[in-house]
């Protein structure tokens, strides 16, 4: 089970620990790229066009954290975007072995940051990118960026709002209030319930959870023994900033599946309706899906509410995670996405942001503000705001993007998008380069 719901950001990054995003890069000097910069982005560009040599190439370390068949399987994910490498266009040093560079392919333009080894031969030891862009110039303004993401296949919806003492305010959108498919997106309301059950003093940060053996998905927790004892805080970062989803269904189980439910309507969750109760785990949406060529979630989808609690109590758990098919989701062809997943509108994503913004002064502020700013979703904001909270989530046909940002000038936004396409996967490299030139467009000047 290598497959994680929520990695949209994180998919495009490859370091030599590729589970935690780089800190922003220092301002791009002047200077001109050095012959060792020069030599490994090309070499990055002969990899990307199908030559060069991967051993030669990449340091230990990120070979050890990246194996050449999985970088071989980004690189064809790029190219089906974006078509054949046509070379390095542009390269920006922000030291002697580190740069931004922008590479040239058929049909657009992938932006990407490197950084070596500082001894010799002066190996990659780390590479991301950053999203992808067309060529010719970028959208000039929000609604530019909105109305290219309207016209990716499948459906989309997209909100930006000012956050204040009411209700958000729309400040640009797309399809607002249309319930999409939101992969891990989910885990903003179990966060909230947790939230919540501090600030009512049930629980503490720092209280701990005690493993009792139940079955888990994939994630740093599925093989821990029985006994051990883990932090609500670190659960909760794990959940939020890698979106591990060994972490989500141990706090869902922890903090009860209809408290997670009554928060729904609490966070926003308005416009996504009934189909997010049952509130699903993770490793039940893996079950449903898979098993039995999805047979056990036919039997699922054709009950009522009260029958399917009993029966994700009963034969979901029960059923073995070996029944799982090997492999699901990595021929990359969406699976029931209109049926078995999680719901809500950029509009409710937006209200959830508010929900927990509105929580920072309180008893969990501080660590709160911190879980949801770990991974910052893409690596660029930063530069451009105080703040920025972020939660993703992903799946064959679902891409969704959710930020939480301050200003430069303290005022509060909540920006989010997303992508169904229930018949092939997502461009995800085209919906984060869009999410990304909506993020730095929206930023206040």
């Known amino acids: 089970m290598g497959f994680a719901i929520g990695m949209v950001a994180l998919a495009l990054q490859v370091t030599a620990t590729p589970a935690t995003p780089p800190p922003a890069a220092p301002a791009a000097t002047t200077a001109a790229p050095s012959p060792q910069l020069k030599q490994r982005t090309d070499d990055v560009v002969a ?37 054949k490498p046509t070379g390095v266009e542009k390269v920006e040093p922000v030291g002697p072995l580190m740069a931004r560079f922008q590479i040239g392919f058929e049909r657009g333009l992938l932006n990407a940051e490197i950084a070596l080894d500082p001894a010799a031969p002066h190996q990659v030891v780390g590479l991301l990118f950053k999203g992808a862009e067309p060529r010719g110039p970028q959208a000039a303004t929000v609604a530019a960026a909105i109305e290219q993401l309207a016209a990716m296949p499948g459906k989309s919806g997209f909100a930006l709002s000012k956050l204040g003492t009411g209700a958000p305010v729309s400040i640009a959108a797309h399809a607002p209030t249309m319930p999409l498919a939101i992969g891990s997106a989910f885990k903003l309301v179990i966060l909230a319930e947790l939230v919540r059950s501090i600030e009512a003093g049930e629980r503490k940060w720092a209280d701990m959870v005690t493993l009792d053996g139940s079955a888990l998905p994939g994630g740093g927790y599925a093989q821990q023994p029985k006994g051990t004892r883990i932090p609500f805080r670190e659960l909760a970062e794990r959940m939020i900033s890698v979106s591990d989803n060994s972490a989500t269904d141990i706090l869902l189980f922890q903090l009860g599946r209809q408290k997670v439910e009554a928060m729904l309507p609490v966070v926003g969750f308005t416009d996504g309706g009934p189909r997010n109760v049952p509130f699903l785990g993770a490793l039940e949406v893996f079950k449903l899906k898979g098993v039995d060529g999805g047979a056990l979630g036919s039997k699922y989808l054709a009950m009522p509410v009260a029958q399917r609690r009993a029966f994700l109590d009963g034969p979901v758990r029960d059923t073995p995670i070996a029944a799982i098919p090997a492999g699901l989701f990595q021929d990359g062809k969406p699976l029931r996405i209109e049926q078995l997943e999680w719901f809500a509108s950029p509009n409710d994503l937006v209200r959830a942001m508010d929900w927990l913004r509105r929580h920072f002064d309180g008893p969990a502020g501080a660590d709160l503000r911190a879980v949801l700013s770990k991974n910052p979703g893409l690596p660029e904001p930063a530069a451009n705001w105080r703040y920025v909270g972020y939660k993703g989530g992903s799946e064959p046909g679902v891409l969704t993007m959710t930020f939480l940002l301050q200003g430069k000038d303290g005022d509060w936004y909540a920006l989010s998008g997303g992508v169904n396409d229930p018949a092939k996967a997502v461009d995800d490299l085209r919906f984060t380069g869009l999410m990304g030139r909506a993020l730095d467009l929206a930023a206040p000047r």
């Open 47 to 83: 990899l990307l066009g199908g030559s060069g040599d991967f051993d030669a190439v990449f340091a230990p370390s990120f070979r050890a954290a990246l194996p050449k068949a999985k970088l071989d399987a980004l690189i064809a994910q790029i190219t089906s975007s974006l078509g």
